[in-house]
């Protein structure tokens, strides 16, 4: 319809105001229109298209605790830089150490490329912290992006380095690979999973 009525612009002309100025008034409708219905679009789902999650109530999570004796699988997040103001409302309200899903199939906005997302989520409302670095996510992709068609995702440890700004983002990835196979038994078989608190 948007493509109509820019067609048309080029047929009507401003010296002929009856004609024109309805004819803005609904190129300004169809404009507002396609904004509020990718809006409204994007609030209705979780994760939305961006892969940034609305709240993890209704998500079904698996824990990827920690493997004490192993050696500790420390993986810095990336694109930490444009996510501060992100990382700064997590670490107030959850401090340093709290946890985080990784959400597969995540991009930036207008970028095609999709990378693991991850959200911290040691405050009632998670906060998009960056993306798994290239190495990480191409060696941890298949499993999260297999157990996100049954919808579930993966709740790792996290730590937020630095007590001011710039921070980082460590990821314990340790017990991931287990979590995984807990995930993808648990979504085909009757067995339950853990719950999202």
Do not use: C, K
Not at 47 to 56: N, R
């Amino acid at each position: 319809m948007l493509v109509v009525l820019l067609v048309l612009t080029s047929f009507v002309r401003p010296s002929v105001p009856w004609a024109f100025w309805p004819l803005v008034a609904l190129i300004a409708a169809a404009i507002a229109w396609l904004v509020l219905l990718t809006l409204s679009e994007r609030r209705r789902r979780n994760p939305d298209p961006l892969g940034d999650l609305t709240s993890i109530g209704g998500l079904e999570i698996v824990d990827a605790h920690a493997v004490p004796g192993e050696v500790r699988s420390v993986v810095p997040v990336g694109d930490v830089e444009r996510h501060q103001s992100a990382i700064d409302l997590a670490r107030i309200h959850g401090g340093a150490d709290q946890h985080a899903v990784l959400v597969p199939r995540a991009r930036r906005w207008l970028s095609r490329r999709y990378r693991i997302g991850v959200q911290l989520v040691g405050d009632p409302r998670p906060r998009h912290a960056g993306f798994l670095r290239p190495d990480a996510d191409a060696r941890w992709r298949d499993g999260p992006d297999a157990v996100r068609e049954q919808r579930v995702f993966l709740r790792v440890p996290a730590r937020i380095t630095g007590s001011t700004r710039p921070h980082g983002v460590e990821l314990d990835l340790t017990g991931l690979g287990a979590a995984i196979d807990a995930a993808r038994e648990s979504a085909s078989g009757p067995s339950p999973r853990s719950s999202a608190r």
